[in-house]
């Protein structure tokens, strides 16, 4: 089955405390992205890729880092959380930059 | 400055009762438009992408139509399990950015 998946749905973590969410596609979508999506803000991107070893900044990249050693995979890292980085986040690929997109189920992160 | 406005922000029907939601956008160079449906605390799934005015593709009870200023998305007599949120996005310019609306919450009361 074609898909997104994205790990863990749920964390609870400590303000400071490093922590990694993967996103891996099945897919071999060249166009990767994070997104944050909070109340009355909608969808906001962080950070995308548009192939291997090539990613770029999105509208709010601040406190967030990512890789993309491989195609399939497009984790991403925050070194030291923050209270304001509690939000619901979704990995999306797609075949290009600019289409339809596949999400992921989402990661739901709280930060204390 | 690129822009996408979803209305009404919320609506609620009766089942079977058929009404229309508005996404209207101003860019610089459309190169498409995404219709999604969002259930509550999932990712977004994609219904629909619309190329150029006059366009229109339909999905069961769904139907989204486009022209230079806005797209609808029809639901015709709607049931609950269409209760969710719809998305609307817009591809623009050279860079392809992805301009998502807020959404409108759609909940179908039995």
């Known amino acids: 089955e074609a898909q997104v998946t994205q790990n863990p749905r749920y964390l609870i973590t400590v303000t400071g405390k490093k922590l990694t969410v993967t996103c891996s596609q099945n897919?071999?979508?060249?166009?990767m992205s994070w997104y944050r999506q909070d109340p009355g803000l909608g969808l906001r991107q962080i950070y995308y890729s548009m192939n291997v070893e090539v990613t770029d900044k999105g509208d709010v990249p601040e406190g967030y880092k990512v890789s993309r050693k491989e195609k399939r995979n497009f984790p991403l890292i925050l070194e030291s959380p923050s209270p304001n980085q509690t939000s619901l986040y979704f990995c999306?690929?797609?075949?290009?930059?600019?289409?339809?997109?596949?999400f992921g189920s989402g990661t739901r992160l709280t930060v204390v | 400055e690129d822009q996408v406005t979803q209305s009404p922000e919320a609506l609620r029907l009766q089942e079977g009762e058929s009404s229309s939601l508005n996404c209207s956008y101003t860019?610089?160079?459309?190169?498409?438009l995404f219709w999604y449906r969002q259930d509550p605390g999932k990712g977004p799934e994609f219904l629909f992408t619309?190329?150029?005015?006059?366009e229109e593709k339909e999905k069961e009870r769904l139907k989204a139509t486009l022209t230079k200023k806005e797209s609808f998305l029809h639901i015709t007599a709607p049931k609950p399990e269409d209760s969710a949120t719809y998305l609307c996005?817009?591809?623009?310019?050279?860079?392809?950015?992805?301009?998502w609306g807020l959404g409108t919450s759609l909940a179908v009361n039995p």
């Open positions: 996005a817009v591809v623009a310019g050279n860079n392809r950015k992805l301009i």
């Open positions: 999306a690929s797609s075949l290009l930059q600019g289409g339809g997109y596949t």
């Open positions: 860019v610089s160079g459309l190169r498409g």
């Open positions: 897919m071999n979508h060249e166009y």
């Open positions: 619309l190329y150029s005015a006059g």
